[in-house]
């Protein structure tokens, strides 16, 4: 079955450090580029980082930037959020996201999420 | 930074009826990049349109994207129950590489 699946939520105190993971199974994982998506409660999709399916190459939107490290194991078919010196405005539901190759940008498989909740 | 605006922020519709949902980009936009997504609560994101007008995988022919340059629009021609959720639009940019959000529509009975 094609699917992916988020583990590593969980609440943390602000300034602390969290890893999200993504397992990859039924697809070729290290084809494609994968990125994280967030979800703040109640609130709309926010992109947050994509590497590229070598992982040589990543993104990061502005916020999470000098914080947040994306990488991935294709021997494990992982994907990976390291996430340090983490705010309140980090909460979120985190989602690991399929990226369809070529030059355009969408998302074509989701995980379910795994929530995190930075608070003291 | 391209940004996207949906409209309206809730719609409320009964089914059978028709639905339109609007994305407008603060600048013109490839149409290659412009991709619609529904989502459930408690649900993941579900890729409904890539390419502003192309339907994904399993997607009913009930949904049509269209659209072009900095307006684009999702029209559901006659909902089913199963369709009343938020429904987001998103645009990917190389230059810088970023992936931008609409704010979402919800659509409610």
């Known amino acids: 079955e094609v699917q992916l699946l988020e583990s590593g939520g969980g609440l943390v105190q602000p300034g602390r450090s969290l890893r999200l993971s993504c397992a990859a199974s039924?697809?070729?994982?290290?084809?494609?580029?994968m990125s994280w998506v967030r979800q703040a409660p109640g609130k709309g999709l926010e992109w947050v980082s994509v590497?590229?399916?070598?992982?040589?190459?990543?993104y990061y939107t502005d916020s999470v930037k000098g914080r947040f490290t994306i990488s991935r194991d294709s021997s494990k078919n992982t994907l990976y959020l390291q996430m340090n010196s983490l705010r309140a405005e980090d909460t979120a539901v985190y989602y690991c996201?399929?990226?369809?190759?070529?030059?355009?940008?969408?998302?074509?498989?989701w995980g379910r999420g795994t929530l995190v909740t930075v608070s003291s | 930074e391209i940004v996207l605006t949906q409209s309206p922020g809730t719609l409320s519709l009964s089914p059978g009826e028709r639905a339109t949902l609007s994305c407008r980009a603060s600048?013109?936009?490839?149409?290659?990049?412009l991709a619609w997504y529904q989502q459930k609560p408690g649900q993941a994101p579900r890729l409904l349109i890539y390419?502003?007008?192309s339907r994904a995988t399993g997607i009913p022919d009930r949904f049509r994207g269209s659209g072009s340059g900095t307006d684009f629009t999702l029209t559901i021609s006659r909902l089913e129950p199963e369709d009343f959720a938020v429904y987001y639009c998103?645009?990917?940019?190389?230059?810088?590489?970023?992936?931008?959000f609409g704010q979402g529509t919800k659509l409610e009975i």
């Open positions: 998103q645009q990917y940019g190389s230059s810088p590489t970023v992936y931008t």
């Open positions: 390419g502003a007008s």
């Open positions: 600048q013109s936009v490839s149409s290659t990049s």
């Open positions: 590497i590229s399916a070598a992982g040589s190459t990543t």
């Open positions: 039924g697809f070729t994982f290290s084809a494609f580029a």
């Open positions: 996201a399929k990226r369809v190759t070529g030059t355009v940008g969408y998302f074509d498989l």
